[in-house]
T-cell receptor, first 110, second 109 residues
């Protein structure tokens, strides 16, 4: 039982490049979330999903897209990376309220 | 949307003392209030949570209180130990979770 995993752990992008972050959970949770964490700002919700095939915008969705084609996976895409997207990205999943977090992805955009 | 404010941003206590972190929220529909602990370079870990139908909850050295009328909730850590040193986040949730900015707690031996 791996819980919540994230791929990759680290990534450096140049401005304008695209990439996809993968989140996977093996707990059969319906809800999944993507957050970004910046110094002094806590965790901010980017997008979330309440079930397979559904997605919704969170607090800071601009510049990101998501997809939930399979219940166990939640993908976060950056179509054209910007330096302002340099951050640590955390995925989480939940059955009801309690959220379980992945280990994070540190992304740097130069 | 929901707005969560957390105070203080940093807190330093002597080992054995108590630590209190306070949060306020704006959306009266919020009904779930978790607290997370995050050590340097690690993922946030849930340490305690409270739902809106309960005023207080305790788990060993950790307690949380909730005042729905005033829209504030607090984390209390008693008999602090050096391993309690970390960043603590409060959050409030109805449909989606909003986090406070965090409190960096340092427990001096």
């Amino acid at each position: 039982n791996a819980g919540v995993t994230q791929t990759p752990k680290f990534r450096v992008l140049k401005t304008g490049q695209s990439m996809t972050l993968l989140c996977a959970q093996d707990m059969n949770h319906e809800y999944m979330y993507w957050y970004r964490q910046d110094p002094g700002m806590g965790l901010r919700l980017i997008h979330y999903s309440v079930g397979e095939g559904t997605t919704a915008k969170g607090e800071v969705p601009d510049g990101y897209n998501v997809s939930r084609l399979k219940k166990q996976n939640f993908l976060l895409g950056l179509e054209s990376a910007a330096p302002s997207q340099t951050s640590v990205y955390f995925c989480a999943s939940s059955y009801s309220h309690e959220q379980y977090f992945g280990p994070g992805t540190r992304l740097t955009v130069t | 949307g929901e707005n969560v404010e957390q105070h203080p941003s940093t807190l330093s206590v002597q080992e054995g003392d108590s630590a209190v972190i306070k949060c306020t929220y704006s959306d009266s529909a919020s009904n779930y209030f978790p607290w997370y602990k995050q050590e340097l370079g690690k993922r946030p870990q849930l340490i305690i949570d409270i739902r809106s139908n309960v005023g207080e909850k305790k788990d060993q050295r950790i307690a949380v209180t909730l005042n729905k009328t005033a829209k504030h909730f607090s984390l209390h850590i008693t008999e602090t130990q050096p391993e309690d040193s970390a960043v603590y986040f409060c959050a409030a949730s109805d449909n989606d979770m909003r986090f406070g900015a965090g409190t960096r707690l340092t427990v001096k031996p």
